[in-house]
C-alpha cells in the first residue's frame, strides 16, 4: 500500500468504486486500492448505454488473472456512456485508475445518495480497519 | 479454526519482496511480486525463479525401493537409470488419480517421489497404507519434505544464467535428468534436474532449508544475460496451462483416470502389475466415455473458471477445470472435460459465463509449445 493515492475530489464506496461528480454526471471507477487486490485485470463487463443501475446494486464485473469481482454503483441513474477503451486495454484499469481506467458514467436521478459515500480520508481509515 | 499456514523457509525474502501472499495447498506462499504477466512474459522470454519449497518429497530407500515404486505408480521406474527422472499418475484400485508426481532415481536402491503440496500428508499415508507389508530393512518410505526446500530457475535463459555459478556442465544434463551433490555458488545442492511446470527449459533445484536463502538471493542477482525475475504462484499457473501440464486439483483428482485426462503415455500397462491396473486396462479396452479437451472461446464475455458449464446444444455437457486469458497467446482458453464425441478439434460447444453461453471451439493441446528445445544434449 506503499503510495497510493486516492483524490480528495472523489467520493468512495465501501466495495472499492470511487465516484468523481461534474454537474449532474458522475464518473465511476474502481479505486487504486481495489486493483491493487485484484491483481493485472483482464477483462472488464459493463453494462449497456442507458441502462438504470441503482445505488449499491450491481453493475458489471470486473476479472484479473486470479479472480472475478462484481462492480457495484455508488448511485442510482442512467447509465450514459461507457469506455469502450477497456474491451481493448483492461490493463488500464490497472494503470490509471482514476483517469483512464473509469468504466461509466451515470446521470444521477437521486443526488442525495452522494452523502452515503465515504469522502477520500475516511475511505483511507475504512482501509487501515482492514477491508 | 483455520488450520495454522506453513511458511517456506524464503518466506521472509518474499515479504522483503514484496510479495503478495495466499494460502495454497496449506502453505503461504508468493502468488506475485511484480505482476502475474509481467513475471508471465519473464518465464517465456528470458528467466524467472519460482519457490516450490512447498512441493512434497518422499524418499524410498533399500532393495526394494524399485518394486515398491513400480506398484504405486503407472509409469515405468523400471526404466529410470541413476541420474534420471519421470513423470507418473499415481492411482488407486478404481484407476482415478491419488497424486500425479515426479519419480527421480538418485542411486541405485534410492529414490524420491516428489508430490503436490497438498497432498503430502495424503500420499505418504496412502504410500504407506499401500506397503505396509513391505517395509522394513529392505524398504524404507520417509517423508523428507521438512529436510527439503526447492526453487525452480525456469526459461530460455535459465541455462546461462546458471552455468556461471556452477562447476557442473550443464549442456550435459538433458531433459528430465538430474545430478545429485553439485554446487550451485557456495551451496551443495541436494538434487539438480532439468524439469520443470512452465513449458520452458530450466532446472529445479532441491537443497537444504538452511541453505535456499542464499541459492534464492544468488540467482537472484543475477543480471546477465537477463534479470533473474522473482515468479510467484500466479504466473506458474498460467505458465503451466499454457502447456497443458494438469494441475491437481482441477484437472486430477479421485474421479477422474490418467486415460481420461490424456495422460496415457504415462501408463505402462505391461510393466507388470500396479494399483490401478486392472481398473485402467478394462478402462482402455472399452474406452474412454470423456476426455480432456482443449476450447478456444470464439465470444467475448468473460473467463472461464474452474466449475464453470460447458454445453452442447442446450445439454450441459462438461465443466471447466482451468482457464484463463491466455499470456502468450491473447487467446481466452480453457480445459474442460467432455463427452468423447464431442472432443475432436473443430466441434463448437459453449462455456456458461455469467448465464451467458458464449461459444468455443475444441483446440488441439498443448496451447503452447516451445519453439526452441531444451539447451541439453538431444536425447
Known amino acids: 500500500m506503499a503510495e497510493m493515492i486516492f483524490p480528495a475530489d472523489l467520493k468512495y464506496t465501501r466495495e472499492h468504486e470511487w465516484i468523481r461528480v461534474e454537474g449532474n454526471v458522475g464518473t465511476v471507477g474502481i479505486t487504486a486500492f481495489a486493483q491493487d487486490q485484484l491483481g493485472d485485470v483482464v477483462f472488464v463487463e459493463l453494462p449497456p448505454v442507458g441502462t438504470e443501475v441503482k445505488a449499491g446494486q450491481q453493475f458489471g464485473t470486473v476479472e484479473s488473472v486470479k479472480t472475478v469481482s462484481d462492480l457495484f454503483a455508488p448511485v442510482s441513474g442512467k447509465v450514459i456512456e461507457v469506455n469502450t477503451a477497456l474491451e481493448k486495454s483492461p490493463e488500464l484499469v490497472n494503470q490509471d485508475p482514476y483517469g483512464q481506467g473509469w468504466m461509466i458514467k451515470i446521470e444521477l436521478s437521486n443526488p442525495a445518495e452522494l452523502d452515503a459515500l465515504l469522502d477520500a480520508a475516511a475511505y483511507q481509515a475504512f482501509l487501515k480497519e482492514g477491508h | ?379
Not at chain 2, 528467466?47 to 533399500?62: A, C, K, T, W, Y
Not at chain 2, 527421480?104 to 497404507?129: C, I, Q, S
Not at chain 2, 484437472?251 to 505391461?270: I, M, S
Not at chain 2, 464425441?341 to 448465464?355: D, N
Open chain 2, 1 to 379: 479454526m483455520a488450520e495454522e499456514l506453513k511458511r517456506t523457509p524464503l518466506y521472509a525474502a518474499h515479504q522483503r519482496l514484496g510479495a503478495r501472499m495466499v494460502p495454497f495447498g496449506g502453505w503461504e506462499m508468493p502468488v506475485q511480486y511484480s505482476g502475474i504477466l509481467a513475471e508471465h512474459h519473464a518465464v517465456r522470454t528470458a528467466v524467472g525463479l519460482f519457490d516450490v519449497s512447498h512441493m512434497g518429497e518422499l524418499e524410498f530407500r533399500g532393495p526394494e525401493a524399485l518394486a515398491a515404486l513400480q506398484r504405486l505408480v503407472t509409469n515405468d521406474v523400471s526404466r529410470l537409470e541413476v541420474g534420471q527422472a519421470l513423470y507418473s499418475p499415481m492411482c488407486n484400485d478404481r484407476g482415478t488419480v491419488v497424486d500425479d508426481v515426479l519419480v527421480y532415481r538418485l542411486g541405485p536402491d534410492h529414490y524420491w517421489m516428489v508430490v503436490n503440496a497438498a497432498n503430502t500428508e495424503k500420499d505418504f499415508a496412502w504410500v504407506r497404507a499401500q506397503l505396509q507389508d513391505r517395509l522394513g530393512p529392505e524398504l524404507e518410505v520417509r517423508n523428507i519434505s521438512d529436510q527439503v526446500a526447492q526453487v525452480a530457475l525456469q526459461g530460455p535463459l535459465a541455462q546461462e544464467v546458471l552455468q556461471p555459478l556452477t562447476d557442473f556442465p550443464l549442456a550435459t544434463l538433458g531433459s528430465f535428468r538430474a545430478v545429485t551433490g553439485a554446487r550451485v555458488g557456495p551451496v551443495e545442492t541436494l538434487v539438480l534436474s532439468r524439469t520443470g511446470y512452465t513449458g520452458e527449459d530450466g532446472f529445479e533445484i532441491y537443497c537444504r532449508p538452511e541453505d535456499a536463502e542464499t541459492l534464492w538471493n544468488l540467482l537472484l542477482g543475477v543480471r546477465e544475460p537477463a534479470p533473474v525475475v522473482p515468479c510467484g504462484l500466479g504466473a506458474r499457473d498460467t505458465l503451466r496451462f499454457e502447456a497443458c501440464l494438469p494441475l491437481y486439483g482441477h484437472e486430477l483428482d479421485e474421479t477422474v483416470t490418467p486415460l481420461e485426462a490424456g495422460l496415457g503415455a504415462f501408463v505402462k500397462l505391461q510393466k507388470g502389475d500396479f494399483i490401478g491396473r486392472e481398473a485402467l486396462a478394462r478402462q482402455k479396452e472399452a474406452g474412454v466415455t470423456r476426455k480432456l479437451v482443449g476450447l478456444e472461446l470464439l465470444d467475448r464475455g468473460g473467463i472461464p473458471r474452474q466449475g464453470y458449464e460447458v454445453v452442447h446444444q442446450g445439454e450441459v455437457v462438461g465443466r471447466v477445470t482451468s482457464g484463463a486469458q491466455s499470456p502468450t497467446l491473447g487467446k481466452v482458453l480453457a480445459l474442460a472435460y467432455v463427452p468423447v464425441a464431442l472432443s475432436q478439434p473443430g466441434t463448437e460447444l459453449a462455456v456458461v459465463i455469467r448465464a451467458r453461453p458464449l461459444r468455443a471451439v475444441v483446440v488441439p493441446r498443448p496451447f503452447y509449445r516451445r519453439q526452441t528445445p531444451a539447451k541439453g544434449p538431444a536425447v
